[in-house]
């Protein structure tokens, strides 16, 4: 296989669309038996893969012009936790289509087609595969990854398949000029167009084996008679047939590509969009390592979470990541971007309410959210820095629902914020049961550190405190409250002028007052003197479970103490790792 088409991937031709004649031809007849030539080529090679791909309960189809062939395969995506299906961008009623362009006239499959011309990755309700193109294909956040890595892993790996399928070949004219490939498959529409059931490719094969490959005996002696057709049918099914061991499968190019694709949507939140580095730890959602560069494609390329589908299903959690980032390029110490600080908050200042945007989403009578945004502020900027605010979050947040909200909190903006991967979980559950348990306690930050916190989780601050280093916290949530200075959110947010925000973290018991180990300190213990406070020094021994927004107007009830919050919390952090793992 010949190189692809390097320009293909640049952002300019994103679109991945290719031109074709408009005069289709008529590729693979299968019922144009020549009776001078028996012998099976890749044309039937590729109808068997499609038919091997739809039995596995995928969709597969081709379409040949006269300089392209089109070759597509599609698997539904309902396998994936909906958790992961939102990090990925991923629509959950719409299958994956991946789709390779072949060049030459006339175009074969595989080897003998020296050019893949493109290869392209969308998602798609389109069931119909055999037209070539897709109506209503769009991209998704891994879009450009996926093309990307599946280019990389062809180039390695297409001559091992080459050989693989030419084996196959190879063994179907074998099997041929036992039983007539073209002979089966004519049997089992003949029998389809009789009315007549239970004819399969695998009854069809010992029909004709019995039948010496004589097509009118067949019909005569086995279609038409109940009792012999009753007979074969039950007898083929219990034998054991070539198609229904796992070595014939081995061969599929498209399975082995779909089964691909799979595996790094699966594994997409262990390396970069955009370079493939892999990130020290794994994370929450697929995003980009810290390289300049590939935050410039990213946001480039529109990678990771699908923006549009964020503003309309999840509009509080939208408004508060433009609040947190607004705040941090206007106020934060630690606010890191690919733009200059002085650019995110001015373009932010001009962000209509969420509200507006689902309505512009929803409306298809109106121009894309890029578009609209661009007409309402001049530049295109808006849009940009906006997916990058959404996109770059690496926690995992949804909102409590009514019966799951705790009332002494005072609000109505409660979330479960879940900023540890399944790795970094199971480590501190493993130092829970080695210590003597855990419980909660309460972490309050100005709005402008939550940008960072949600892509790097809570750290100890390293620089001075009045105790020391640490992450600090408190059982009592009107402590924690008093310590959080009254934050400006971005001028159109939900919440008002200003935001006040409060994590709820889950902090392993180690150690005690007496015994300190100098990982989890509390008030007055003989590493923490004079602190009233917890004082979490090691942050491996703390998780961020809930997240609480207050407005002007609203603070939590007094007496708000998180022990006496533990059950229904601990019901809570459970049901939330079920749905999202």
């Known amino acids: 296989m010949s190189d692809v088409d390097e320009d ?52 597969a189809g081709y379409i040949r012009h006269e300089v392209t062939l089109s070759v597509q395969a599609s698997f539904p995506v309902s396998g994936f936790a909906q958790s992961h299906l ?19 006239t006339p175009p074969v499959y595989l080897s003998a087609c020296p050019q893949l011309k493109e290869i392209t990755i969308r998602q798609s309700k389109d069931t119909n595969l055999d037209k070539g193109t897709l109506d209503d294909s769009v991209p998704f956040g891994l879009w450009w990854t996926l093309q990307q890595r599946l280019y990389e892993w062809l180039r390695r790996e297409w001559d091992a398949m080459d050989t693989a399928a030419k084996g196959e ?88 590509i779909i089964g691909f694709l799979w595996d790094k949507i699966l594994h997409c939140t262990e390396t970069c969009l955009v370079c493939g580095v892999g990130h020290p730890l794994p994370l929450l959602k697929p995003v980009v390592c810290g390289q300049k560069l590939c935050n410039y494609q990213a946001i480039e390329l529109k990678l990771g979470v699908n923006l549009e589908n964020e503003i309309t299903q ?129 972490h309050g930050s100005p709005l402008g550190n939550w940008h960072s916190i949600l892509r790097d989780g809570l750290k ?19 402590t924690s409250f008093s310590y959080m200075k009254q934050a400006q ?12 925000v409060m994590a709820l973290c889950e902090v392993a018991d180690h150690g005690s007052k007496k015994e300190c180990k100098k990982t989890v300190h509390r008030p007055q213990c003989t590493c923490n003197k004079g602190s009233p406070h917890y004082r979490v020094e090691a942050e491996e021994y703390t998780v961020t479970r809930l997240l609480f927004l207050w407005n002007e107007s609203s603070e939590p009830k007094n007496g708000c103490e998180s022990a006496k919050l533990k059950e229904k919390v601990d019901k809570i952090v459970a049901g939330s790792w079920n749905k999202t793992h």
């Open 8 to 59: 293909y991937y640049d952002e300019d031709q994103s679109d991945g669309e290719y031109d074709v004649e408009d005069d289709e031809i008529n590729y693979f007849d299968e019922d144009d038996d020549n009776a001078d030539d028996d012998t099976l080529r890749e044309q039937d090679l590729l109808l068997e893969e499609m038919a091997l791909v739809k039995n596995r309960g995928y969709n």
């Open 86 to 104: 939102r990090a990925c961008g991923l629509d959950p009623e719409r299958s994956v289509v991946v789709q390779l362009v072949f060049n030459q």
């Open 169 to 256: 070949l190879a063994r179907m004219n074998e099997r041929n000029k036992e039983v007539k490939y073209r002979l089966v498959k004519k049997l089992v529409q003949n029998a389809t167009d009789m009315g007549i059931t239970g004819i399969t490719e695998k009854v069809a094969y010992h029909i004709l084996k019995r039948c010496n490959n004589q097509m009118e005996n067949a019909q005569e002696q086995y279609l038409l008679d109940d009792v012999r057709r009753k007979e074969v049918i039950t007898a083929a099914n219990k034998a054991v047939w070539f198609k229904d061991t796992h070595e014939y499968s081995n061969w599929s190019v498209l399975l082995k």
């Open 314 to 442: 999840y509009p509080e959690i939208v408004d508060f990541f433009i609040c947190a980032a607004y705040s941090g390029a206007v106020f934060g110490k630690h606010f890191e971007c690919p733009f200059e600080k002085e650019q995110v908050s001015k373009a932010l200042q001009k962000c209509p309410e969420v509200a507006t945007m689902a309505q512009v989403i929803k409306d298809t009578s109106k121009p894309s959210l890029q578009v609209y945004l661009k007409e309402l502020t001049g530049e295109d900027h808006l849009y940009n820095v906006l997916h990058w605010v959404v996109s770059t979050n690496r926690s995992h947040l949804s909102m409590l629902s009514k019966n799951e909200q705790i009332d002494e909190m005072g609000t109505q903006y409660q979330f479960i914020l879940n900023s540890t991967p399944p790795e970094s979980e199971e480590a501190f559950q493993r130092l829970k049961r080695e210590c003597k348990g855990s419980f909660y306690a309460f």
């Open 460 to 478: 100890p601050k390293n620089y001075t405190t009045a105790y020391g280093p640490g992450i600090y916290m408190a059982t009592n949530a009107n």
């Open 489 to 500: 959110a971005f001028p159109n947010s939900r919440f008002g002028k200003h935001l006040r």
